[in-house]
Structure formats: structure tokens, C-alpha cells
């Protein structure tokens, strides 16, 4: 893996941080690096999620799966249950894994509809086991499958905690079931079975996604300047502190579009505290090109443009034409067109003045999503310390929940009062 | 449609625009209102946008794709060639429609080999007829349909200016086509061909698009007390100049997730201008809230959240449960469960004094979807006005563009050069 700072630096960039600088965060840096090793030693909450390529064992995630051979899996889960499972299928080039992360009940219906649930694989993924989005969507799972004539005890595997409803749920109908590590936050939980589970299903290496995270997990080292993971939280840090409260990722490649998702739930949910922490903005390259680049070059200067690609593909060449305009294209491939788009636009974000960091893995496979995973925790938890903020906590989130449970009859609530009490001022035609 | 700005109120929220602002910002409206209605009359390069709904003629449009009945519609196009079809096809419920918007070899292969061929329509978008990636991917198109046996010429149809290579090879093999029409830049052509031809092509009601468009029209009044549309983009420019920097654009239905994308090509390239403009980060509901909600509550008091939603949905029973702590889900309904997250999250953040405004449709359908994209792009005009910046035009792209061209060999360009000079400080392991 490769983290390459320069352009973020102050002799390229009036908002970029100089090495003088970072050589005193690297004094932080390796302090922090300490106090991260002992919370991987000791499995402190939050920290042991860097333990997982080492404490996930993939025996028991395969052997939950064993027998089904499905032709689609069908993860109900949302948040953390959810993305971490997305993007591993994705970056393997899985096909057939779905997920129900929403409560639309169109999108629910449409999917249910389009699924052979006969070889469907229902995988239900709530630490809690009480996630209303979740528990609702297993709930209408349960009765399209009786309708369809398929017995769901049959064709469901559960990851939850030790308690709670889905567990007891398990044991009653003997469901093949995997447990949510502990002192691991979901956003943190994608190199445990929450993650893997799908592309074990599926016929993925799981194997090499948990050896690509212990490649990252090597490559912890107490300096910014030997540990890209560090290089990356700390130089996204420092542009913070000078200005880019907005953190703009582009992955190059489609198969990382749902990575983008689960870094944004990642960065916001882990740093977006006490007034502080980058907004994560997603998007896609070369795609967004075509839509975001104005603004990454001309907008407000409150950005870090982060640009993520594998630096090897398998290719397709672009057919030779005679068409005068586009002969240039032709005899190249989809790649090389790809690659010159990346540089460019990095190149043009420099010459704008935006602070942009390039992220390269060797291959998009498992073991390259697995280091890049496992790199990307590393370098938030490091810039939630040099933050000072409770990374691995998400109390905003809180009042919501209450307020739409109180809403829906699930107990008195004052949070529903509130809602009730909305200050309309309504524009309508 | 409804615009409610109540949450956006000084009297709900630090961050927030008093009323008396509100009155003296109306007296600008009206002064740019005029503005608009005489460049809508004229034509004017970026209005005539705004006279799409009368100016598209859906019978061309049905011309073009009439005799294909397809069970595909590939779009190749990128950006505004791409996300209003993306858009409107969604929204309209519709299943079939594949866009080739990016130039990801793994992708693009995964696409031709998955689709029936035979059965494709293949729709290719660009004005200028010389857009790099979207010629390339139909040139990787053709070769394709020729290995499959497919005459591409009797299964494509072109939609581009009225010159250039595109419009030449229409010609050459007697292709329907369509126009791109005049004075209308990428980003504001959804209701036109651009973004209704596939609609079209899969059975779609075109004509209530248009007339949701229309009705959008109607409703354009010199008050943004009166105007759905300039109520948006007054409160939203008000905003910004009181800090709300980035807005977070979050549809709380799964078929409004490319017009969220679209939305933010629209807010990007329009207004990210001269170090100003709005960030769009785009989000869906009830989804991010496990993701981005933490943020949005906590983090930086730099946003406007905006919440969108149908007032109707088709809807989906929670099935009874015996599970003692879920009973309150069974007997309700997934459509009540997200209208109460909606709720709850629109009251969660104005208790943490972020301000947020709502936007409801009446329904999900082919007038909805119109009048929210008439609307919307109506009100990025307006800002773009009361923001004086250039809001038709995205000179920042185009520096990445030459470089891209000149890395492939397409032309001397020193941007080129300046990617060969890229300052490397790489953390490598």
C-alpha cells in the first residue's frame, strides 16, 4: 500500500502542512501508536477491532455457511451490519449479494420480488438484535419466504451478540449463527463475520481479505513516515486543523464505490463530534469528474480530495476507429484512460491549490480491500486521538431513535413530544 | 411540492435567517425572477433550461425508440448525459435501464457479458459527440454487439449537437437520433431526450414528466413566499452566507437516490465557483442515519441538512411478532417506520440546533419526479443569481481534461507536463 502525501504538502499548497510540522505530529504520532498497541493488547473497546485479522476465525464463519451453496445472499442489516459486507463483496467482483438496508417499502418489495428465495440465503446481522430497520425487514423476509413456500428457518444464518432477541431467535429454531465480536463498534466490524460472511457464502477468499488486514497490521509502526495508514490520519488531520473540513474520496474504480460508503460512515460516525471532525463527501472517479471536479477545483478551499486506485487492472483495449477526433482513443484501453484521468485531475487539484492525497493498493482483490480496510480504521482511530474525541462512540445518534420509537408506540418518549411541537413554515403549490 | 423552512428559522436555531432577512432577500427574488422569465423567453444560454417542459417534444422522443420494446436500455454517457436518465427512470419505477458512465474495464466488462445483448437498446449521449469515456465505451460497445452477433446500427440510438463525430455516424448509418437542445448545459437537460429517452424506451410516461415540469413552471411566482422552488434556494443561499457551507441532501426513498446524485452534479459544477458555493454531500434516509447522522448532529455547525420525501408511498405491512421486544414494529408498516425516522431525524437535528429544511413531493411517480427536477434547477438558478457567479458554465474541468488528453497522446498540452512534475512523499509498505 501506498499513501503519497505530496500534494498536500506547504511547498505545493498554501492550505498543506509542512514537513517541519509534521515531524513534530510524528512525536504524537508515536505516542498514540503506543497507546493503540495497548488497546489491541489488552482488546480495549474500540481498539480490538485492529485485532480482527488475528482474532477472526474464518473456520466458524465458513462452517455457518456450510451446505447452503446459494445463488444470492441477502444481508438484512444496516449501518455497520451492512457496509462492511458491501464492500467486500463488491471489491471481490461477488455477484448476488444484496442488501435490505432501508425501510422503503417499494425497494422491499421489488427486491423480494426479483430474488430466488428458494436459493436465497438470508443473512440478519443486529448486534443488539432489537435494530428496528432490521427486525422489521427480517420480519416481512419471514413472510415472503412462507409464502413463497420456503421454510426461512432453513435458509437463515444470524450474526448478532450474545443476547437479545435475534439470539434467542437462533436458538429456537437452531439457525446457523456467528457472534459480533466484542469491543468492536460495527463501523469497525467488516474483517469479522458481520464482513465476511457474504463472500464466504458466495465462494470468496475470505482467507486472503483477513490476511490482507494482517499485512496493514504489520505495517503499524510508530512514524507517520514508515506506516501509511498513519501517513494518511495524520496528514487528513493536519488539513483538517488548517482548514479542509470536508474530506472529498474518490475511489477509481467502480467495484469501490460501496468502500466509499463505508469510509464515509467510518470517518463521520467516528470523528463528526464536539463541533469537530471532516464531513466525508463520497463520489466515484472517473464518473464524478463530470460532476464534482468544479467545485473540488473553484468551490470553497475547506477540501481534502482524497484519490484511492489499484495500481494494476485487468484491462479492456479500445478498438481502433476512424474517426478522425478519436483516434487517440483508439488502439489504448479503459485502464490507461482511467489512470490519465486520475493523474489529471490530481495534478489539476494541485494546480488549483487543493490539498489531495493519493491511496494506491497493488490489486482491488481480497487481500488488497483487506489491507485497505484495516488501514483506513487504523488512520481514523489515530486521527480521533490526535482529535481528542471518543472515537468508537456515537451518542448523537441517540435522540432519534428514542423520538421514532416514541413515535411509533414503543414506549413514552419526551424526544416524540418534540417532534410533535415542529416549527412549520411551509412554502406549497 | 412543499418547501418547509421552518427548522431553518433564527427563532429555531443559531445558524438560522430571520424573517425580516427573509423579507429584504425577497426583494432580490423578484428583481432576479424577472431576470429569469426574460432570459426563459429569449432562450438565453442556461434559462432555456427552464422552458424544457413545453419545449420537449415527447413525440420525437418516442419516434427515436419507437419498434425497439427492449429489454435493456444501456446509456453511455457520463455526468448530465447520464444522471438525468438515471434519474427519471428510477423515480419512474422502472427496471431495465444500465448506464456505462464510467470507464472501469472490470465493470464494463461485467455489464456486456450480463446484459442480452440482442435485447439492448444502446443509447449514447454527448452534445459535443466527442466526450473521451463515452466514446470509448461505445466503441468497447460496438465490438461487443459484433462478437455477440449484433448489429449495432439496427439497436442504437444517438443523442448529441447538431454536429460533431456522433452526429456524423447517425447520419453515415441512418440511427435515430435526438437533440441535445440549444442553450442548455448538461446538468439542466433531465427533461428533455437526455434524460427521458430511456423512460421512453422502457414504457415510461413521458408526457406526465413534462407535465410535472410544467406544473414546476407554473409554480414560479416573484415571491419565495409563494415559490416552492425560490423558497428552497433563498433559504438555502441565506444559509450558506450564515455558514451552512455544505448542504447534506438526503431522500428518504431508495428510487431518489440518482436524482440525489444528480442533484449534486447540479449544486457542484453550478455554484462552486469563485471559493463559494454549497458542498453537496449526498446521503439516503432512513440509511444514513447509521451512518452520517452522528456527523450531521455533532460535528462541524457547517451544514444544511435536506430532507426529502413522498407524502404517499405504496406500502408494506410489518408482519405481528411474538418477540416481546418488537411487538411495537408488527401491525405497523415499513412506509410508517421511515415517515417516523424522517420525523424524528428532522426534529433531532433542530434539538442540536442544525438547521434543516424539508422538501415533500405528493407522490413518487412521473409528476413528482418532474416537478422536483423543474424545481430544483430553478432554484439553482436563483442562487447562482443571488451568489453572482457564472451558473451555466464549469471552466475548472477543463484542465484536467487537456492533461487526460495529453497523457493518451491526443495533443501538445502542457498540462500534461505538469503531471510528469507531481511532487512524490510516498509512505510505502
Redesign the interface.
Known amino acids: 500500500?501506498?499513501?503519497?502525501?505530496?500534494?498536500a504538502?506547504a511547498?505545493?499548497t498554501n492550505r498543506g502542512v509542512s514537513e517541519d510540522s509534521l515531524e513534530r505530529l510524528d512525536e504524537r504520532v508515536a505516542r498514540i501508536h503506543e497507546r493503540i498497541e495497548a488497546g489491541i493488547e489488552d482488546r480495549e473497546f474500540g481498539y480490538a477491532s485492529l485485532a480482527l485479522p488475528a482474532d477472526t476465525d474464518p473456520e466458524e464463519i465458513r462452517e455457518a455457511v456450510a451446505g447452503f451453496d446459494p445463488d444470492a445472499v441477502l444481508t438484512v442489516g444496516?449501518?455497520?451490519s451492512s457496509?462492511g459486507a458491501d464492500t467486500i463483496s463488491a471489491a471481490l467482483?461477488l455477484?448476488g449479494h444484496y442488501s435490505l438496508?432501508?425501510?422503503?417499502?417499494?425497494?422491499?418489495?421489488?427486491l423480494l420480488a426479483d430474488l430466488p428465495l428458494e436459493s436465497t440465503l438470508v443473512n440478519v446481522v443486529s448486534k443488539s438484535?432489537?435494530t428496528?430497520?432490521t427486525?422489521?425487514?427480517f420480519?416481512?423476509v419471514?413472510?415472503a419466504m412462507d409464502e413463497a413456500g420456503v421454510d426461512w428457518t432453513e435458509r437463515t444464518v444470524v450474526t448478532t451478540g450474545e443476547e437479545?432477541?435475534l439470539r434467542?431467535?437462533a436458538d429456537e429454531h437452531d439457525l446457523p449463527s456467528c457472534s459480533v465480536p466484542d469491543g468492536v463498534p460495527g463501523?469497525f466490524s467488516a474483517l469479522s463475520a458481520v464482513g465476511l460472511l457474504p463472500a464466504a457464502a458466495l465462494g470468496g477468499d475470505i482467507e486472503s481479505v483477513l490476511d490482507g488486514g494482517a499485512a496493514g497490521r504489520?505495517?503499524l509502526t510508530p512514524s507517520?513516515?514508515?506506516?501509511?495508514a498513519y501517513?494518511y490520519g495524520a496528514v487528513a488531520y493536519a488539513l483538517e486543523q488548517r482548514g479542509a473540513?470536508?474530506n472529498a474520496f474518490v475511489p477509481?474504480?467502480?467495484?469501490l464505490e460501496p468502500f466509499a460508503?463505508w469510509f464515509?460512515?467510518l470517518w463521520?460516525?467516528s470523528?463528526?463530534?464536539?463541533?469537530?471532525?471532516q464531513?466525508?463527501?463520497?463520489a466515484?472517479?472517473?464518473?464524478d469528474?463530470?460532476?464534482?471536479?468544479?467545485?473540488?477545483?473553484?468551490?470553497?478551499?475547506?477540501?481534502l480530495v482524497t484519490l484511492v486506485r489499484p495500481r494494476e487492472?485487468?484491462?479492456?483495449a479500445?478498438?481502433e476507429?476512424d474517426?478522425?477526433?478519436?483516434s487517440?482513443?483508439?488502439g489504448?484501453?479503459?485502464?490507461?484512460?482511467?489512470d490519465?484521468?486520475f493523474?489529471?485531475?490530481?495534478?489539476?487539484l494541485?494546480?488549483?491549490d487543493q490539498p489531495n492525497v493519493r491511496i494506491e493498493i497493488d490489486r482491488?482483490d481480497a487481500e488488497g480491500v483487506g489491507e485497505l480496510l484495516y488501514a483506513m480504521e487504523a488512520a481514523c482511530i489515530l486521527y480521533g486521538e490526535l482529535l481528542d474525541v471518543s472515537t468508537f462512540t456515537?451518542?448523537?445518534?441517540e435522540?432519534?431513535?428514542r423520538?421514532?420509537?416514541g413515535?411509533?408506540?414503543?414506549?413514552d418518549f419526551e424526544?416524540?413530544d418534540?417532534?410533535e411541537d415542529?416549527?412549520?413554515?411551509?412554502?406549497?403549490?
Open positions: 500500500m501506498n499513501v503519497d502525501f505530496g500534494n504538502l511547498t505545493e444496516i449501518g455497520g457496509l467482483g455477484e438496508d432501508n425501510v422503503d417499502p417499494a425497494h422491499t418489495k421489488r438484535g432489537t428496528a430497520e427486525l422489521a425487514n420480519l416481512v419471514q413472510e437479545g432477541p434467542e431467535l463501523r504489520e505495517a507517520l513516515f514508515e506506516s501509511p501517513a473540513t470536508t477509481y474504480a467502480e467495484d460508503e464515509a460512515q463521520a460516525e470523528l463528526g463530534k464536539d463541533g469537530l471532525g464531513t466525508p463527501a463520497r466515484l472517479g472517473a464518473t469528474q463530470h460532476s464534482q471536479l468544479q467545485l473540488y477545483r473553484a468551490g470553497r478551499a475547506d477540501k487492472r485487468s484491462d479492456l479500445i478498438p476507429t474517426i478522425k477526433e478519436l487517440y482513443l483508439g489504448g484501453s479503459l485502464g490507461d484512460l482511467l490519465a484521468e493523474e489529471a485531475t490530481e495534478a489539476s494541485a494546480a488549483a482491488l456515537q451518542p448523537a445518534v435522540w432519534g431513535k423520538a421514532a420509537r413515535l411509533l408506540g414503543g414506549g424526544e416524540a418534540a417532534v415542529k416549527t412549520v413554515r411551509s412554502v406549497e403549490k
